[in-house]
């Protein structure tokens, strides 16, 4: 991959001390350090993406394992990932990609944007690219010239991230990105600091600004047992999806287990049967993940309530709809992209 790719997004301070500008945090970085993200750092007074090409994971998944159930349901898409991340979940499940960063990276092969492309477009069922299994954001460099290629090719792009990001970087991922799953992990800014050490009104207002440019979005929100599963904060949140992003936005409602740094016990399927009766109330579309239940699974028409997918893990059958997402009983309009 040849020398270290200079980083997008920050300014020259004294000293050789710099401040990046890709997300909230806006860190100050000394020289020889990185920011919060462990994965940007300054090397005299420049700030180098010191994750550009490396890989930590990547594979062919069903696009439902995102989780996406409203964008090409039943494809495959190409997830990759990284290494680091702009918050310190006390519960990441990734935690071993997100929070440990390789000792000495260039020990490890590096990929170029158009090699990544060329196994994205080598599998026949394959619709895209995910950047996935650690934050997306803080691989932004990389992320952008992989999504530039992918789109030259006709692959669509999808971004899983936690929202944390600047609007600036945001608006130029815009012209790429086609999807986004963004984790609400949760609607009181006292959890944000306790246990992402970050903010929630970042996250609400890209949000806002993802729904208003018009891409796919679809929430992902995990109960914690103890830390968010208060059923009033639940329901204000999911009465704020509802005014702000719009009824039919997708929830998918998910259960915690045990992991990293938080020992406290798994979400109660109970719990999770009361999220979600109180969200389908409100929203057109909502699922429970994490579970062996059948239940929570399947789409629903909120026009006539006709079943139009039918999901069975991660196997999924468009059972109930045209070539153009509509309701075959009804016509409503059900999924924008099929």
Not at 173 to 191: G, M, P, R, T
Request: charged content about 25%; proline content about 4%; some cysteine.
């Amino acid at each position: 991959m040849g020398e270290m790719k200079i980083a997008r997004y920050y300014e020259e301070g004294h000293r050789y001390l710099v401040k990046c500008n890709l997300c909230p945090h806006f860190c100050t970085i000394g020289d020889g350090k990185t920011g919060k993200c462990q994965v940007r750092k300054n090397s005299k007074g420049e700030l180098y993406a010191e994750a550009y090409g490396l890989v930590s994971s990547m594979g062919f998944d069903p696009i439902e394992k995102k989780p996406l159930y409203h964008f090409y349901p039943g494809n495959d898409i190409f997830s990759i990932g990284s290494y680091g991340c702009n918050l310190k979940c006390r519960f990441c499940q990734n935690w071993n990609i997100s929070q440990n960063i390789p000792v000495d990276p260039e020990s490890r092969k590096r990929f170029s944007p158009e090699g990544l492309v060329g196994m994205a477009v080598g599998k026949k069922s394959n619709i895209g690219i995910a950047f996935t299994y650690n934050e997306p954001a803080v691989w932004f460099e990389f992320m952008l010239d992989i999504a530039k290629n992918s789109k030259k090719k006709k692959l669509k792009n999808v971004m899983v991230t936690n929202g944390f990001i600047n609007p600036e970087p945001l608006e130029e991922l815009f012209d790429y990105i086609d999807a986004f799953n963004v984790d609400l992990k949760a609607f009181s800014e006292d959890f944000y600091h306790t246990q992402t050490l970050s903010k929630l009104a970042p996250v609400k207002d890209n949000l806002i600004r993802i729904r208003r440019k018009g891409k796919h979005l679809e929430i992902t929100n995990l109960v914690i047992t103890g830390q968010n599963d208060d059923s009033g904060k639940f329901r204000e949140m999911v009465k704020w999806i509802a005014g702000e992003l719009g009824e039919d936005t997708v929830l998918h409602i998910s259960r915690y287990f045990p992991v990293y740094k938080m020992s406290a016990p798994p979400t109660s399927v109970e719990t999770l049967q009361d999220f979600y009766d109180i969200a389908i109330e409100i929203l057109h579309y909502v699922y429970m993940g994490n579970i062996s239940s059948a239940n929570g699974q399947n789409t629903n028409c909120p026009g006539c309530g006709k079943k139009v997918i039918d999901r069975s893990r991660y196997d999924t059958w468009v059972s109930g709809l045209d070539s153009y997402g509509k309701c075959s009983k009804c016509g409503y309009q059900v999924l924008d992209n099929i």
